[in-house]
């Protein structure tokens, strides 16, 4: 079983920066693959999308909404994500959800963000806000 905490959520000014951290618990690099997913709507987790990812050999991808704003990062010798989020929008607000995907073959980064949905863990999620 592994946990995963998320932190660094608040509140912003559109064109404000916020940057979000997610730890594991234990060892996962080896075994998983990190991203973060995102519900806007208030909903349930799984009626959000997934925002960007890291692939096999630290591969990034993210959607489309968000790229050139977003940075994602990982520090294997912490167990630890980051993700930088520049330039944001009233729209980009929600819950950010740090997952783990497993590591079952080499996966790009496109290929980890479209597999987000079946992560095999997740975080508690923590809350974006972006006023205008």
């Known amino acids: 079983q592994v946990k995963l905490v998320e932190s660094g959520g608040g509140s912003v000014r559109a064109g404000g920066s916020l940057t979000l951290s997610c730890a594991a618990s234990r060892g996962t690099y080896t075994t998983y693959y990190f991203g973060w997913w995102r519900q806007r709507s208030g909903g349930s987790r799984e009626g959000g999308e997934p925002v960007a990812a890291i692939g096999v050999d630290g591969d990034p991808a993210y959607t489309d909404s968000v790229k050139g704003r977003f940075s994602i990062s990982q520090d294997n010798s912490k167990d630890t994500a980051s993700l930088v989020m520049n330039d944001l929008r009233p729209e980009d607000s929600g819950v950010y959800y740090c997952?783990?995907?497993?590591?079952?073959?080499?996966?790009?980064?496109?290929?980890?963000?479209?597999?987000?949905?079946?992560?095999?863990?997740w975080g508690q999620g923590t809350q974006v806000t972006v006023s205008s």
């Open positions: 997952a783990l995907v497993h590591r079952r073959k080499r996966l790009t980064g496109m290929q980890v963000l479209g597999d987000m949905a079946q992560a095999t863990y």
